[in-house]
């Protein structure tokens, strides 16, 4: 058994990640991140933010009858949640994508109830992180620079981050962190902040794209 984190009568282990979160398998996405809690945070918050509209894109679809549109939100929200270890939400939605892909439409509410509940879940997890997110002190050493790097420097993380890109592995989005860090002030043009943006929405295809802008502005050569 684990010891009980010792707090102060005013204080909470904010620095803390949950030993579980309601909707999400945290061991379970700790371990495809390699034990990184920040970037679980991080991907957990960002899903809350650019993917809750698509409840509301699917149950509107399912309102006016547009099947395409509906079974097409669902199949990459199944997905999506996959990633970040929402293994009830991804399950849900994938029963909901069958039912309609195979024309069972008469009867979705028990599916779209499930989805919803599901989903609410994740909803919830990532409410919980950014209460503690608002709670932590900042960190005094985020903004260290490490000094500048050459362009031969850095040219072995740019290309691990290309072949991640194109192969549309998930490991990229680990490995921005270290590349975010790494490459410290430099900002080419379009700069970290889009490819983050981009790695957010599990984007690759452009983040591939920003990627290589930010190759050519630094003189650095890929190997694709």
């Known amino acids: 058994m684990k010891p009980p984190v010792q707090t102060g009568p005013d204080q909470t282990p904010a620095n803390v990640f949950p030993e579980s979160l309601p909707g999400v398998d945290v061991p379970h996405g700790l371990a495809r991140l390699a034990g990184d809690q920040n970037l679980l945070r991080q991907l957990l918050i960002s899903f809350s933010q650019d993917y809750g509209r698509y409840r509301f894109e699917i149950k509107n679809a399912l309102a006016v009858g547009d099947w395409d549109e509906a079974a097409k939100s669902c199949h990459a929200l199944k997905g999506i949640a996959a990633m970040i270890s929402a293994k009830d939400l991804s399950a849900a939605a994938a029963a909901l994508n069958e039912a309609i892909r195979h024309g ?9 109830a499930r989805f ?22 900042r960190d005094a050493t985020a903004d260290y620079d490490r000094g500048p790097d050459s362009p031969a420097d850095l040219a072995p993380m740019f290309n691990q981050m290309a072949d991640l890109l194109k192969r549309n592995d998930f490991d990229a989005v680990s490995c921005f962190r270290s590349f975010q860090e ?43």
């Open 116 to 137: 919803d509940l599901a989903f609410d879940q994740v909803m919830s997890a990532a409410a919980i992180l950014m209460a503690m997110e608002d709670k932590e002190p």
């Open 104 to 112: 069972k439409r008469d009867n979705l509410d028990p599916l779209v």
């Open 182 to 224: 790494r490459l410290g002030d430099r900002r080419p043009a379009e700069g970290v902040e889009q490819l983050g943006v981009e790695m957010n929405r599990f984007d690759f295809d452009h983040a591939l794209q920003t990627l290589k802008r930010m190759a050519a502005a630094l003189g650095i050569p890929l190997k694709l």
